[in-house]
């Protein structure tokens, strides 16, 4: 039996999740099965790491999480950053290790600790899975940075700065977004710019959103006064979703006259029944 299937033209952002129908006749099955089957189809598979991060706050030594196979690194950083309320803190400052245990091959001498600096886009639950457990684990660590001073009057009405401890490689977007979560702001980072103001010289220059305010601060002559002001852009405009016109279905069928549907339909005559006897 052939089966006619048709495929939409429009793509849904879910691209994780999948749905079929069909108007096949319908046979019930256990609520149970069916449940199984979606999240077997729909649901990867988690696992629980457990992070030491007494580098967040004294008192903190260990925190379980529930991660998939497919969580990096960085989506556990930011995890603990947003379960501790810790957005303000830089996540580029942030990065996990992980101690191995590595068994000796000789009798006499006992197994050595290799600790190994993990990458953003590493995958603890992965790695994790290829040692026996209990013999691995995972630890916050933090790498140098740099404080940095912004004037964020445009965020937030009566303050005058906020000093942020920021990595070398963090970007402006990515200051503006710290920003941002400070005040619990919603507004898009497309809609400020961060610019280097001296003073003694009486000039301001914007800078790009992939430049380093870190980098930046590092070249500034100590015997002038810099410093990092953030902008609102007056020439944002917020996306907007273009939707397609309507139009009716019946607009793309063709108008057919009575004469040509007339002409293509087959008709039979009543001269073909004339060699015909009836009984």
Not at 91 to 120: C, H, I, K, Q, W
Not at 146 to 163: A, E, H, N
Not at 249 to 278: A, D
Request: net charge positive; with cysteine.
């Amino acid at each position: 039996m052939l089966k006619h299937v048709q495929l939409s033209p429009y793509r849904s952002r879910a691209a994780d999740t999948l749905s079929l129908s069909s108007n096949a006749s319908y046979s019930p099955e256990p609520l149970s099965s069916r449940s199984s089957s979606y999240s077997s189809l729909s649901d990867p598979q988690y696992t629980t790491i457990k992070v030491y991060a007494k580098c967040l706050r004294p008192d903190i030594e260990y925190k379980t999480l529930s991660i998939s196979f497919q969580t990096t690194c960085r989506e556990v950083v930011n995890q603990l950053l947003s379960k501790y309320r810790m957005r303000h803190r830089d996540p580029n400052l942030f990065y996990l290790t992980m101690e191995v245990n590595v068994r000796s091959t000789s009798s006499v001498e006992g197994g050595a600790t290799v600790v190994l600096d993990l990458d953003d886009e590493a995958r603890p639950a992965a790695l994790q899975s290829c040692h026996p457990r209990g013999e691995s684990r995972f630890s916050l660590q933090t790498h140098p940075g740099g404080l940095v001073k912004i004037y964020d009057s445009v965020l937030m009405p009566g303050s005058q700065y906020k000093s942020l401890q920021i990595s070398n490689r963090t970007t402006v977007d990515e200051l503006i977004q710290i920003l941002l979560n400070c005040y619990n702001s919603k507004e898009r980072v497309e809609q400020f710019s961060l610019y280097e103001v001296c003073e003694s010289q009486e000039y301001q220059r914007k800078l790009h959103p992939d430049d380093s305010p870190l980098q930046v601060q590092q070249c500034w002559s100590p015997t002038q006064k810099f410093h990092f002001l953030i902008r609102r852009n007056r020439d944002y405009r917020p996306p907007r979703l273009t939707k397609a016109p309507w139009t009716p279905e019946m607009s793309i069928i063709p108008r057919l006259s009575r004469m040509s549907l007339s002409r293509s339909e087959p008709t039979t005559s009543y001269s073909e029944y004339e060699n015909y006897f009836y009984i």
